[in-house]
């Protein structure tokens, strides 16, 4: 009898404990819960969009200054640094383009016994310079080329039939195969890529290019001092069509329909400047941080959490800021960084914050980890992408369909403590998330069991690569909440010891 009176004691009081330790942990959870503020995330937000980092393009000496400062919130709040020998910085060479006016757009209108009507097209709606051209400036006639595109193995080829060298090539952006869920489509994600259709384009000889593209400011397309690049809005297009008994909306679903190209001579005359300069010596990094885990054994797992950390720099003046895109998304996460390391709760598994850099160019940065990863990727729970988070009022998780078990802790979090419209997808593992241009991509098709946090119903106007991108584009409260939703799910995620690597 006393034997089983002293087994109902010790029950008892592990009881207790257990009940303690859960109060314990809840009411730090809490505190630090609370401790997330809209008004100290827009601080940072407004940090990130101020003149000494100058939109913070990738490689140059402003965006390595915004580095320093986040990599110091890191130190201040406990964050151990996870990047290059003992440092918050992984590091690659990037050499970079600085746009130094913003160049000029004009079509060469013939008015008869030799004379020339200029039509010039306005910065930033109806005309941007590109943000990786050539210096210069090209006259000449203008060739359609559909998607630019030269595939020869999928019997694809937009230049055939059509002689551009000399002159200025137009084409869209993507492709023609449209289908991102069909398998088909990994045939052509290479040549989704604006770096390749600049690469194409001066290796069939244009000296000019007009990206149709609504977005205008990419500076990710390749560098070639030979070739002058430009992206168009609506009105310079709809006069390159004008009289030509078509439209590019139309060539297009055609070309999509038929998969047969429809190139063209437009007759059209413009002209393109660009006043650029090159800077070879151009270096880079990504911000990485992490909190070690406790466990033993479970220590050596991580879930990693990033988002870009580059914007798009400026033109002249003119600064891009880079506040939705993605100055909203690094913020989320650095809040959720602080709360985690001063919350006073031992996790069980690591954690690291990754802000990365070279988005925007390219995906430099998630290539650059996913090649030299600081835990193995059998090791990672998973990575979690946030791009532009920070507009809106409800919470959406991409993914969290696929990965139902790693979804139930944010989805915890907000039925429990936020209390947001919440919607999720489910595109499988190694696919793309649409078109294949976020760093979430790249660890998705490098294996990573991957996730992408986003936000919807969007209210607030959104200057997508362009000036105007500034902290009053963003939502402060959906950014409140969205760090504190990565809080919570991140601290239970890491403290659940039955959860699988698989």
């Known amino acids: 009898m006393k034997k089983y009176l002293f087994l109902f004691v010790i029950l008892c009081i592990s009881s207790i404990r257990a009940a303690n330790s859960q109060d314990d942990f809840e009411s730090k959870l809490l505190k630090q819960f609370h401790s997330i503020h809209s008004e100290e995330m827009m601080t940072w937000v407004e940090k990130l969009c101020t003149p000494e980092f100058s939109g913070r393009l990738t490689g140059t000496p402003e965006y390595l200054a915004a580095t320093e400062w986040a990599a110091g919130k890191f130190k201040e709040w406990g964050v151990k640094p996870a990047g290059d020998n003992g440092t918050y910085f992984q590091w690659f060479d990037f050499p970079y383009t600085t746009v130094n006016d913003i160049g000029s757009l004009t079509m060469n209108i013939p008015a008869g016994e030799g004379s020339v009507i200029k039509k010039n097209y306005t910065f930033p709606d109806e005309y941007y310079p590109g943000m990786n051209s050539g210096n210069g400036e090209i006259t000449s006639e203008v060739v359609f080329a559909g998607y630019g595109v030269t595939a020869p193995e999928l019997n694809y080829d937009d230049y055939k039939g059509i002689d551009v060298k000399g002159k200025i090539v137009i084409m869209n952006r993507d492709v023609p195969y449209t289908d991102t869920r069909n398998p088909e489509y990994k ?208 919470l959406a998780v991409s993914a969290g369909s696929t990965y139902k078990e790693l979804l139930s802790y944010f989805e915890n979090a907000n039925s429990k403590y936020i209390h947001r419209p919440m919607s999720t997808s489910a595109p499988a593992q190694g696919e793309y998330y649409g078109r294949p241009r976020t760093d979430g991509v790249v660890f998705s098709m490098a294996g990573y069991r991957t996730m992408a946090m986003g936000t919807t119903g969007g209210y607030k106007k959104v200057y997508y690569h362009l000036p105007g991108d500034d902290p009053d584009a963003v939502t402060i409260d959906i950014m409140e909440d969205v760090a504190k939703m990565i809080y919570v799910g991140l601290t239970n995620m890491a403290n659940d010891s039955s959860l699988s690597l698989k």
């Not at 290796?203 to 205008?216: C, E, Q, S, V």
């Not at 070690?292 to 002249?316: M, Q, R, S, W, Y």
Request: charged share 15%.
């Open 187 to 394: 045939k052509w994600v290479g040549y989704c890529y604006h770096q390749f259709k600049v690469q194409n384009a001066v290796k069939h000889g244009a000296a000019g290019m007009i990206y149709i593209d609504g977005n205008l400011a990419n500076p990710n397309i390749t560098y070639d001092p030979s070739i002058i690049v430009c992206g168009i809005g609506p009105q310079a297009l709809t006069d390159i069509f004008s009289g030509l008994k078509t439209t590019n909306k139309e060539v297009t679903e055609k070309i999509i329909k038929t998969m047969k190209p429809a190139s063209f001579n437009t007759g059209k005359s413009f002209t393109i400047k660009a006043n650029t300069t090159r800077h070879p010596e151009g270096k880079a990094c990504s911000v990485a941080g992490m909190i070690e885990g406790t466990d033993p054994v479970l220590k050596n797992e991580v879930i990693i959490i990033g988002g870009h950390f580059d914007a798009v720099g400026k033109v002249g003046t003119s600064v891009v800021n880079g506040a939705l895109d993605n100055a909203s998304g690094c913020v989320d996460i650095m809040g959720a960084a602080k709360a985690m390391a001063q919350s006073g709760i031992q996790l069980k598994r690591s954690v690291m914050f990754i802000l990365l850099g070279g988005e925007e160019v390219g995906l430099i940065g998630s290539k650059v980890y996913v090649a030299k990863p600081v835990f193995p990727m059998e090791k990672t729970i998973a990575y979690i992408n946030l791009d532009m988070v920070g507009n809106g009022t409800g």
